[in-house]
């Protein structure tokens, strides 16, 4: 008795539509990786910025804190070239009414490549007139 088979052989392999599909989610994932890295490579660059210029605000404000009688008034400078693009601001000024206290301001700027970025920070200080 001879079996005579109706199956059809199917070719193995994948369709040009498969390939297509694939390679658009393919495309699709790469394209959301690197939109987290660019976010990344920003957020970095943010959190850099914030920790240099909070460790130079406190720097500025140990040196005004250090002085027997801070002066009233506006100054600013920079930071040499340990730091190029960083410059300050401080503002010192007497509240009127109550004494022995001094508020000062602390501004940190970062001007790099046109950018010009700031990091204030503001206390009070006490000093005790002699």
Known sequence: MTVI???AHKKGGFTLLEIMISLGLIAVALLAVLRLQAQ????????????????LALD????????????????SGDFGPDFPYFRFQEDIEEIMGIDYLIKVKVTIILDERGSIREFPITTYLYRQKT
């Open 60 to 75: 500025r404000l140990s040196r005004i804190q250090s002085l027997d009688k801070p002066e009233a008034g506006s100054f």
């Open 5 to 7: 088979s109706t199956r």
């Open 40 to 55: 990344s490579l920003g957020l970095q660059t943010e959190a850099q910025f914030t920790t240099i210029a909070n460790y």
